[in-house]
């Protein structure tokens, strides 16, 4: 249990409710809490940082909406993994109000995981490379397990981005893989789209073999632009979007 003192009263320069989210963000962000942790029971929560429960209340809804903090079965409140299933909710909602959000979701993806393949091309080591090999051929025994193929289609996409070194890159491609993976799951159920990812990911391993990062980029794009149409033209013919 994080110390008492942790919590001391907030000022009152704004909304109390915002302030108290402020500050339980501050908390996380220095790593006062941390992944798991369990914060106090609301009543000592309350006395704590001398706010009204009914404000708190209004805080702790906020930061459960945005992913930050999560009521667990049998009572208590606990900060998330805060990994980026958790926290991307909010816009994952945006992305089902509107085709135009799915397109910019992929228009997104393209660029930065187009730039991360073109990066990649310098980086990747030659043990990286075999492991594409192995998830590609995973996948040829995968097409009939659509679980099974987006397991092993996570792995080949974040196998490239670490290539990079760059822990940015990794994690903002990681949040847009994430972004749209309802969709891509139900996607994934239609006949011949994953022998279509298959051979495109076939592509992207050739060029990053080769060393040729123009090929490389325009083959992830290429990939990224084709798992865009599926998904709509999935999503259409549903009558999601």
Do not use: C, W
């Not at 310098?122 to 679980?147: P, Y």
């Not at 994430?178 to 060029?207: F, K, Q, W």
């Amino acid at each position: 249990m994080i110390a008492v003192e942790s919590y001391a009263p907030i000022e009152r320069s704004s909304s109390v409710a915002e302030q108290v989210a402020k500050r339980l963000l501050e908390m996380v962000r220095t790593k006062a809490l941390k992944p798991g942790d369990q914060l106090p029971p609301e009543r000592e929560l309350a006395t704590y940082m001398q706010v009204s429960r009914p404000s708190l209340r209004e805080a702790l809804r906020g930061l459960q909406i945005l992913g930050v903090l999560k009521m667990r079965q049998g009572g208590g409140i606990y900060v998330t993994g805060l990994e980026a299933s958790d926290l991307l909710g909010p816009l994952q909602f945006l992305i089902t109000l509107d085709s135009q959000n799915l397109g910019a979701l992929y228009e997104s993806r393209r660029m930065i995981d187009g730039s991360i393949a073109r990066m990649a091309t310098g980086l990747i080591t030659d043990a990286q490379l075999a492991k594409l090999h192995k998830l590609v051929e995973a996948q040829v025994h995968l097409t009939n397990d659509s679980l099974g193929f987006r397991l092993a289609d996570t792995e080949f996409h974040e196998t490239i981005a670490a290539a990079t070194g760059n822990t940015f890159l990794v994690t903002i491609s990681h949040s847009l893989y994430v972004l749209g993976m309802e969709y891509r799951r139900i996607a994934a159920e239609t006949p011949n789209v994953l022998e279509r990812s298959l051979a495109e990911h076939r592509v992207i391993v050739a060029a990053l073999e080769a060393r040729d990062a123009a090929a490389a980029e325009a083959a992830m794009q290429a990939h990224l632009l084709s798992v865009h149409r599926s998904t709509l033209e999935v999503m259409q013919a549903k009558g999601e979007f």
